[in-house]
């Protein structure tokens, strides 16, 4: 999620159902993230800059391929 007071919100939301979140500008980030850190499930914003909510995860689906890795659950 690029828009800071979406991010915010949704933050706030995911704090008050205690769930540890992580959030990036753009699917590049995500990217890179994902590289670093495990994640349970992934929330894509369609729209973002640079790289969108698709094409990110299109890569991810092809790194997951390609590393014979499991599906991380995806909401788009």
Do not use: W, Y
């Not at 753009?26 to 969108?52: R, S, T, Y």
Request: glycine share 6%.
């Amino acid at each position: 999620e690029d828009n800071q007071l979406n991010q915010r919100i949704l933050q706030e939301m995911l704090q008050h159902c205690q769930v540890e979140s992580t959030f990036v500008a753009n699917g590049l980030d995500a990217l890179q993230a994902l590289k670093k850190d495990d994640f349970d499930v992934l929330l894509l914003d369609q729209h973002m800059p640079g790289l969108d909510g698709l094409s990110t995860l299109a890569a991810i689906r092809g790194e997951e391929k390609r590393l014979h890795r499991p599906r991380l659950p995806t909401v788009l």
